[in-house]
């Protein structure tokens, strides 16, 4: 049986509702330090190969690089996402994958903001209806919510990630 800490329900929504902004913006701050570390580490084993400055002059690799991190963030999401961590965790948690995949898609289609805003807008309601379709609790809603507004906002603003 489990004993809540906290037992007024609103406070404990507004608690939850303040940790999954807060540690999400700090696993999205460990996400780009992981990013650097994955993208040298990558470069310094290409660099053994082939020189990294010639790579970087040839115009697939760049979003190879990234789409190689994206695609590690999605496999270590899945199990994530899938563990039996509680909502909470999981929530603030989606707020990663979330964000690389609206960056991606930003990244890809910088050139032409209504693309961004179409594909943007697709992939968010695929992910609502997912949730939807999951039934999960709120946090998971809000997870959305909070990452597509803010990389909205990136987008709207012209921010440079």
């Excluded at 999401?77 to 909470?88: M, N, Q, T, Y």
């Excluded at 289609?109 to 309601?125: E, N, S, T």
Aim: cysteine-free; proline content about 5%.
């Amino acid at each position: 049986m489990r004993y809540p800490v906290i037992k007024n329900r609103a406070l404990k929504n507004v608690l939850s509702a303040l940790a999954v902004a807060g540690l999400g913006f700090v696993l999205l701050n460990v996400a780009f330090i992981v990013d650097a570390v994955y993208q040298s580490a990558a470069r310094g084993l290409i660099d053994l190969l082939v020189p990294a400055k010639e790579l970087m002059k040839v115009r697939w690799y760049p979003p190879l690089m990234h789409i190689s991190f994206a695609v590690l963030i999605g496999l270590v999401s899945w199990p994530v996402l899938r563990s039996k961590l509680a909502d909470l965790y999981k929530a603030t948690y989606l707020i990663v994958p979330l964000a690389v995949a609206y960056a991606t898609i930003g990244m890809f289609l910088y050139r032409w903001p209504a693309a961004v805003f179409g594909a943007g807008g697709l992939f968010g309601f695929g992910s609502l209806y997912f949730i939807h379709r999951a039934k999960k609790p709120w946090l998971y809603y809000y997870s959305l919510f909070l990452t597509t507004s803010v990389m909205a906002a990136v987008v709207i603003l012209g921010i440079d990630i």
